[in-house]
């Protein structure tokens, strides 16, 4: 039991030592927000609109942020409200050629009295950055993972951190737990899976699509296999609860060391 416990303390410690990096290659998609996204409220300093983005200084109290949101018409002086997103440090914009100390990636604005319908010119947003530059800002802030970590699960420049938690499995004849799509991800290979559990980690439009790492609790944090990635169109709140639905694909590899020993791709919302 003693050894059991210490292998056990081991791999927990482990699998929180490392780090869940956003990655740097942003554009948002118009997917419905989550009903239980946070939000933020502050006063508009200053804006300016760059490749399909409205750029906000947000003043909150002696807080002031900077925002990225699909390009909006939004007045200096407005009272906004926009939901929460990924902080990342020292963002580069190459369209309006400066580099933010923080920005906050914004998936838009909680409509209200003080805000205004998205703007009728605006364009798609469009990504400042290559996926590449991304991985590498990812594999850069990434924690060293040894070896035995790197042979099977998710991949190993990008896996999220374990969370003690414990979501219930999801109903029907195609539902899994993490662990299981992980143990069973040839058998059920070109399969569609069901999953339910919590949103981990969240990176939108990265190669076009949405990022979600799911987990329940099942699953080996020694092999990855405890953090589940699924790609879909629809945004989601992390620390939401979900089920979603979609093909599994064994062994998919992306380049650039994006290697999968089971993702879950064209996921969406199971209600």
């Known amino acids: ?129 290559s996926f590449s530059a991304a991985l590498q800002l990812e594999q850069k802030n990434t924690a060293a993972i040894p070896p035995m970590a790197q042979s099977t699960g998710g991949s190993a420049v990008a896996i999220a951190p374990l969370q003690e938690i414990s979501v219930p499995k999801a109903q029907g004849e195609n539902a899994y737990t993490v662990g299981e799509i992980f143990t069973k991800s040839k058998e059920l290979n070109g399969k569609k899976v069901r999953l339910r559990g919590k949103v981990v980690k969240f990176s939108p439009n990265i190669m076009g699509k949405n990022w979600v790492h799911l987990q329940d609790g099942t699953g080996d944090p020694l092999h990855n296999s405890h953090d589940l990635v699924l790609t879909t169109e629809t945004i989601l709140a992390v620390d939401s609860i979900v089920t979603m639905e979609g093909l599994l694909a064994a062994d998919k590899d992306f380049g650039a060391g994006y290697k999968y020993t089971a993702i879950v791709e064209q996921a969406s919302i199971i209600k």
């Open 1 to 129: 039991m003693h050894r059991r416990l210490t292998v056990y303390s081991i791999a927990v410690l482990f699998a929180l030592s490392l780090a869940a990096v956003p990655t740097q290659s942003i554009a948002m998609p118009k997917s419905a927000v989550t009903a239980d996204a946070k939000t933020a409220t502050g006063t508009v300093i200053e804006t300016m609109n760059a490749a399909g983005y409205t750029y906000m200084l947000v003043a909150a109290g002696k807080t002031q942020n900077w925002v990225a949101i699909p390009e909006t018409t939004v007045k200096a002086g407005s009272q906004v409200s926009y939901y929460e997103g990924m902080t990342m440090p020292a963002f580069t914009s190459k369209t309006l050629g400066k580099t933010f100390e923080n920005i906050i990636f914004s998936t838009g604005l909680k409509q209200n009295a003080d805000t205004a319908a998205p703007s009728p010119t605006a364009k798609a947003p469009v990504q400042d950055d």
